[in-house]
């Protein structure tokens, strides 16, 4: 039998013309092309919903149950995302300049990365919905994550990533069972045999921001934030933006929580890190402009941060606009420098993503739009382990013969 749960939806809403639509349907974006919005009546939850109340949940993103889609218990794939530790630098910060430097390890989701949210809460929205079979354009990790929970709920997964992706996220997808097309392009193309695909064959197309529950799986990194934080948000998010719906779906996060009465009106200075293969967000945030242009030749082993023209551009710049905060770019050699320094430092071996982070935030202490007293927030995206071909570079390690093989494949001599 299954148990419903006291979740506020009450219907969707386009972010470019407002236009209402009804919960419980399947939907992609607006007839206008604007992505939808998932909507909740927080006046009412204000009412019934307490902070303190989410002790008593599950240790897991669930414990956000009523701002997020899902109706019905037995609707909800999860295998443990969320809850991940937000950890305060003990060398690095002081080092680099910043008394209060923190941490939000994403690495430790299901599937090595923050992208288990946002699949966890479409996957569990198909599974409500009746969709059957799913289809996704991916850098790498929100494939993984897909695969992963598309086998947990028993529904078939249809991916689609460029050929070069990081070996793990191959690996992981085929492991899971999903029918995986690697594609000479980038995520871009495969988008568009997604939606070539999802007309022709009936799949379900679950490209960021043109399914609109991602982004809900998403917000609970800056749900979680509050939490942690004490309700207290932090001087400035640095956050590694490809597609830059964790950015935006913080953005939600925050403004649902003042409805809720749980913060007040101070946001963090949001940045949108990027890298300088491909910087469309930095560009358009430079230029003024309220949308970002493709990025041709996009390249980089932050391989999340290829995405050459966002979907939710317009939502991106906004935000970052709003927030007072900016959008900076820094190189590959940079960001994997940082990477090593973070995790000799810390212990914490990040992803490409997460290590851009570091860097962005060296020069914008080094140039003064950030301070020392800061309290600063670093989102590490995803794990080091899933780049080790990106990390390989710096620690090359020869075989030193025809029978040597790498990762314990040992042969008989
Ligand atoms: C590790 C990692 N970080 C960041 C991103 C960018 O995510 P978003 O779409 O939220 O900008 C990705 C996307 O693939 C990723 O895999
Ligand atoms: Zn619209």
Known sequence: MSTAISNALTHLECTSCSRKFEAGKVYNLCECGGPLLARYDLDQLRRTWSREQLVSGPNSMWRYGPVLP?????????????MTPLLRTKRLGGRIGADSLWVKDEGLNPTGSFKARGLSCAVSMAVELGIRKLAIPSAGNAASAMAAYAAAAGLEAYIFMPRDVPQANFVECKAYGAHVTLVDGLISDCAKLVSAGAQREGWFDVTTLKEPYRIEGKKTMGYELAEQMDWQLPDAIFYPTGGGVGLIGMWKAFSEMQELGWIGAKRPKMIAVQVEGCQPVVRAFEQGSARSEFWT???????GLRVPKPLGDFLILNAVRESGGTAIAVSDAELLNAGIRLASDEGLFVAPEGAACVSALEKLLANGTLKRDNKIVIYNTGAGLKYLEAYSTRFPRPASGEHDKLGGLITPR
Not at 297 to 303: E, G, K, R
């Open 70 to 82: 899902v109706t019905r218990q037995d609707s909800i794939i999860s295998l443990g995302e969320g």
């Open 297 to 303: 030749d996009a390249h980089t082993v932050a391989s």
